[in-house]
C-alpha cells in the first residue's frame, strides 16, 4: 500500500493552524495551549503518524445537543489532529465549494422566502458526521482527486480514528470539507430529479409544486441517503408551503422591530448562524446606539423569564421560541454593560438548553476584563455546577473558566475549586488534563493525584500534564522525571508550564 510523503503536504501550515485556532464549540484546551513552543516537534509527530501503523489515540465524549439529548464528538491527538488538517488542505481545491462559507446561510433562508413553488421541502441528515462509511468516502475522494495515495492516506487516518470503519472527528474543518463532499453524492441525485436543490452543511431544501411530489422526494431522499449509510432525521425533516416561509421570516422581524424600535433605535445588525443551534449574533453596532441597544435586550431578557414561568399566559408558542433565539444575542450585547445580568437567567437556560453553557462562560470571561466581580464570577459558576447535567463538554468550559478566574477568599471559590479538583479523576482524559491545569494554578496538583492521572494518559494528555507539573513546580523529583524524560513534547510542556 502506497502512502502520501511529507513533502506533499505543507505540515508545519497546518500545525500553526491547529495551534492558533481552536475546536469549534470548545475553548483554548490546555492540550492544544501546552504545545505553544512545540511545532517543529509537533510536525515531526503528524508526520509518523503518517505512517498506516502509526498509533493514533483518539478520546470521545459527549456535547449536549440544544434541548435533550447528547451527541458523541470523537477528537484525535494533536498530531494526528495537524496531520489531518494537512492532508485535506492538500486537496481543497478539487473539493466541493464550502457549503458554511460567507453568504450561503443567507441564501439557503431566501431559497424557501423567495419560492416561485408552492411547496419547500426541508431534509435534514441524522447524525451525520458519525456514519459517514469510510469506504463510500474514499471512493469519492479518489473521483473527485484521482489521487490514490491521498484518498488512500486520508482513508487511512480516519480508519484510525473509528471503531467501525464509520464517522468523522467532529469540531474540525477537515471534517466539515468532507462531510461537504460526502453529502454532495445525495445532492446530485436529488438534482437528477430536475428540481431546484440548495445544501448548508447536513440540511437540504428542495422547491416542489404539488404535495404528492414534496412527499415523493423525502421518499426519494431517504432512499438514497440509506445507499450512503445515512438517515433522515423525523424531527426535521418535513413540508412546508413557500407562503408559511415568508410569513415566518416576516413574523420574526416584527418581533425584532418591536424590540429594537421600541428602544428608539435604528441598529444595524447581520445575523449569523452557528453550525447547527441557529444563534444569532451581532457584527456591528453604531455607537450612538449602544444605550438603546442594551435597552431593548434587556427587555427580551425580562420577557424570555416571564415566559419560562408561565407569567405570560397570552405569549404564543411562536413567541416564546423566538424569544429563546435571541436570548444568547442579549447575553452576548449585554457582556460589557455595568448591570450584571441575574445569575437565575444562566442557570434557567443551561437546565433548558445545555448548549448555551459556552455562551455562559464567554458572558463570563468578556466581564473579567471590564469590571471587580470575582465574588458573582464563582458563585454563578457553582450555581452552574450545582444545577446537575453538565457532561464531559460542559466540564471543560467550566474547568476552563475557573482556571482563568482569580482565587477569591470565598466558600464558593473553596467550593468550585473543590470540585475541578475531583474532576482529576474524572473519565474523560481531555477533562482530567483541564483540572489537573486548574490544579496546578491555585497549587492543589499533589503526586498521588498526578501518578494517578498519569496511569490512564495516552497522547492526547500526557503533554498537557507535564505542563501542569512544570506549573506547580513543587512536585516529587523523580515522578517529574518520569514524566519530562518521556519524550520531546512532555519535556517542551514541562518549560512551558513552567513559565505560565
Known amino acids: 500500500m502506497t502512502t502520501t510523503k511529507s513533502n506533499d503536504l505543507n505540515i508545519p501550515k ?46 470521545t465524549i459527549t456535547m449536549p445537543k440544544k434541548k ?47 419560492s416561485p413553488n408552492e411547496y419547500v421541502v426541508d431534509i435534514d441528515i441524522a447524525s451525520c458526521y458519525e456514519f459517514i462509511d469510510h469506504e463510500i468516502l474514499r471512493r469519492e475522494l479518489l473521483m473527485r482527486t484521482m489521487d490514490y495515495d491521498k484518498a488512500d492516506s486520508i482513508h487511512s487516518f480516519l480508519r484510525r480514528c473509528s471503531f ?19 453529502l454532495s453524492v445525495l445532492e446530485r441525485q436529488l438534482l437528477r430529479r430536475k428540481l431546484p436543490v ?57 418581533l425584532q422591530k418591536k424590540y429594537f424600535e421600541s428602544a428608539k433605535v435604528r441598529l444595524t445588525l447581520i445575523q449569523l448562524v452557528q453550525r447547527d443551534y441557529d444563534d444569532v449574533e451581532i457584527i456591528e453596532i453604531p455607537p450612538d446606539d449602544e444605550k438603546a441597544l442594551k435597552e431593548s435586550m434587556r427587555r427580551i431578557i425580562m420577557d424570555w423569564r416571564l415566559s419560562i414561568t408561565g407569567r405570560r399566559p397570552d405569549m404564543d408558542n411562536y413567541k416564546a421560541r423566538e424569544l429563546s433565539r435571541l436570548l444568547p444575542l442579549a447575553i452576548t450585547a449585554l457582556q460589557k454593560d455595568e448591570l450584571r445580568i ?30 471587580s466581580e470575582i465574588d458573582e464570577n464563582w458563585s454563578l459558576l457553582r450555581k452552574i455546577i450545582e444545577t446537575g447535567r453538565i457532561g464531559p463538554w460542559g466540564r471543560i468550559w467550566l474547568l476552563h473558566v475557573a482556571g482563568q478566574l482569580p482565587r477569591e477568599v470565598s466558600t464558593d471559590c473553596d467550593w468550585v475549586l473543590e470540585w475541578a479538583s475531583a474532576q482529576c479523576g474524572d473519565r474523560h482524559e481531555m477533562v482530567r488534563a483541564e483540572a489537573a491545569w486548574v490544579a496546578s494554578k491555585f497549587g492543589t496538583l499533589t503526586d498521588d493525584i498526578t501518578v494517578n492521572i498519569l496511569k490512564d494518559s495516552t497522547q492526547i494528555s500526557e503533554h498537557a500534564i507535564a505542563a501542569a507539573i512544570g506549573r506547580q513546580g513543587t512536585l516529587n523529583a523523580s515522578l517529574v522525571k518520569s514524566v519530562v524524560n518521556a519524550g520531546p513534547l512532555n519535556r517542551e510542556a514541562f518549560s512551558w508550564g513552567e513559565q505560565n
Open 68 to 114: 435533550f439529548g447528547h451527541r458523541p464528538i470523537v477528537i484525535p491527538d494533536v498530531a494526528a489532529r495537524c496531520l489531518y488538517v494537512a492532508l485535506v488542505d492538500s486537496i481543497d481545491k478539487q473539493l466541493e465549494p464550502d457549503s458554511r462559507g460567507e453568504g450561503n446561510w443567507d441564501a439557503f433562508e431566501k431559497f424557501a422566502e423567495e
Open 342 to 371: 441575574d445569575s437565575k437567567v444562566f442557570t434557567n437556560l443551561i437546565f433548558r438548553e445545555p448548549i448555551r453553557l459556552e455562551r455562559v462562560c464567554k458572558y463570563i470571561l468578556n466581564r473579567m476584563d471590564a469590571f
Open 14 to 59: 497546518a500545525v500553526k493552524a491547529v495551534l492558533a485556532r481552536p475546536l469549534d464549540r470548545l475553548p483554548p484546551l490546555i492540550t492544544d495551549r501546552s504545545l505553544a513552543s512545540s511545532q517543529a516537534t509537533l510536525t515531526s509527530l503528524a508526520e509518523i503518524a503518517m505512517t498506516p501503523t502509526s498509533q493514533i489515540s483518539v478520546e
Open 198 to 254: 440548495i445544501r448548508y452543511a447536513d440540511d437540504f431544501r428542495v422547491r416542489v409544486d404539488s404535495w404528492e411530489m414534496a412527499n415523493a422526494v423525502i421518499e426519494h431522499a431517504a432512499e438514497f441517503a440509506r445507499e450512503l449509510g445515512l438517515i433522515l432525521s423525523s424531527d426535521k425533516t418535513g413540508i412546508m408551503r413557500a407562503k408559511a416561509h415568508r410569513a415566518r421570516v416576516k413574523n420574526r422581524e416584527t
Open 164 to 182: 467501525n470503519n464509520r464517522g468523522l472527528p467532529q469540531l474540525s474543518t477537515p471534517s466539515d470539507r468532507l462531510a461537504d463532499l460526502y
